[in-house]
């Protein structure tokens, strides 16, 4: 049943996520497979990814991300989130030229958040009246247009911004979901304002489970947040075809529009 209620979380996101466009695969009029091109700006993100388990190695992913790959002709790169245990998709997306550029860490907190954390005086929730300014810090540092999916995590979730001297210095997306909620992306000059945006959420969403996925390269980012209790759940590996690469600033990321 939790499968049943997160795979209805997903679609029920998808159709009112406007830069989504889903791709269906259909066998005798039933669906058995789908994937998802998220359009930001000159760039794409692919995900979900899904074929049913009961018609798998019939080649149904290979013709989705075909057709996928056919509509993002145009997009200067398009990048994708892939399971490190998952050797059929690497596989895959390998051969449709989706090179590795960056390790993940999933990391999960099951049991919710213990209140006492002194929060940060510069982080505040986003309004709608201040999208423009977010969506001008964000777009030179992930090189993605992200204005959609801003005002959809403002209307669905929550945006927490870190000011220093009325400067933004860094954002953290959160979107709760059926099973948990979703922190990320979040782009951060820095890991104390890294910090201070995750120990926020927190409080924000106390007793929830939470996850998001981190850069295995930010190990200090990766060991406060095993301070403040999550738990490494598994490796994922980006994959970009095309130009995109990620930058030099603190990046964690959601499942919601990209991934699986």
């Given at each position: ?43 794409g ?43 059929a ?40 009246k ?45 979107l ?60 994922n ?14 990046e ?9």
């Amino acid at each position: 049943m939790e499968g049943v209620q997160e795979g209805a979380s997903w679609a029920w996101a998808l159709l009112r996520h406007g830069q989504s466009e889903p791709l269906i695969a259909e066998v005798e009029n039933r669906a058995v497979g789908i994937c998802c091109l998220n359009l930001r700006g000159d760039h794409g993100g692919v995900g979900p990814v899904a074929v049913d388990p009961s018609f798998q190695g019939y080649g149904i992913g290979r013709q989705l991300m075909s057709a996928l790959l056919k509509r993002a002709e145009g997009l200067q790169s398009v990048r994708l989130f892939q399971e490190a245990f998952n050797p059929a998709s690497f596989s895959l997306y390998y051969s449709l030229n989706f090179m590795p550029v960056a390790d993940l860490l999933d990391v999960f907190l099951n049991t919710g958040h213990s209140k006492g954390e002194d929060l940060c005086s510069e982080v505040t929730e986003l309004t709608p009246k201040d999208l423009d300014a977010v969506y001008t810090y964000d777009i030179p540092r992930s090189k993605l247009d992200r204005r959609t999916d801003f005002a959809y995590y403002v209307q669905w979730g929550k945006v927490f911004v870190y000011r220093y001297q009325s400067q933004i210095h860094g954002f953290l997306a959160c979107l709760p979901g059926s099973r948990s909620v979703q922190l990320g992306p979040l782009v951060a000059e820095g890991e104390r304002e890294a910090v201070c945006l995750f120990q926020h959420a927190l409080e924000v969403f106390n007793g929830r489970p939470c996850q998001t996925r981190v850069m295995a390269r930010d190990h200090l980012l990766v060991r406060t947040l095993e301070g403040l209790g999550f738990k490494l759940y598994c490796l994922n590996i980006l994959m970009v075809r095309g130009s995109w690469q990620p930058g030099r600033y603190i990046e964690a990321f959601g499942r919601f529009p990209e991934g699986a």
